[in-house]
């Protein structure tokens, strides 16, 4: 199976601030990768897939780059409905593995 | 409005069965693969499976932990998805969640998720 791992697991981070979140696979998966966003008790959200393409309504502060095994997921100014848990996914064989999240706290 | 709405969840002994159901609706069912999620308590998520649609002969996948156990089906005339959950084990609590998905694409619809908890 590929791994994922996202780093930072945990990130604090204040209104108006950029971040940006890591995704490394354990081997190649070209683009096929999708971020998710997740607020306590809800499902995920998809934010962007194929590494870069952003979701239809989801807001262009958040961007997507990457492809092979480094990702980046960054938001480029906080708002406070921004403050989740985020996850990476590869789509590029079974099964379709996340990251183990990376949660986005407030400062 | 597109939308997946799950149920069937509930308290199950270990070794016992239970069977969640997702209808779908907003979109035309039949022309998607569907896929079921799940998160166990405070932990991250993970896929469970995967049934392709008609023109992939409704084929199924599923992550190791589970095959032989679960069984994921379809009744496109009813626009539901099906999860059949055997020999259930106390790993198996989580909130279990359906998914619209694809050939190499993520998973674009969720439904809101039901509860299986597995304890005696």
Known sequence: ?107 | EVQLVESGGGLVQPGGSLRLSCVASGFTFSDHYMDWVRQAPGKGLEWVGRIRKKANSYTTEYVASVKGRFTISRDDSKNSLYLQMDTLETEDTAVYYCARGGPYSPMDVWGQGTTVTVSS
């Open chain 1, 1 to 107: 199976d590929i791994q994922l791992t996202q780093s930072p697991s945990f990130l604090s981070a204040s209104v108006g601030d950029r971040v940006t979140i890591t995704c490394r696979a354990s081997q190649g998966i070209s683009s096929y990768l999708a971020w998710y966003q997740q607020k306590p008790g809800k499902a995920p959200k998809l934010l962007i897939y194929a590494a870069s393409t952003l979701q239809s309504g989801v807001p262009s502060r958040f961007s997507g780059s990457g492809s092979g095994t480094e990702f980046t997921l960054t938001i480029s100014s906080l708002q406070p409905e921004d403050f989740a848990i985020y996850y990476c996914q590869q789509l590029k064989s079974y099964p379709p593995t996340f990251g183990q999240g990376t949660k986005l706290e407030i400062k």
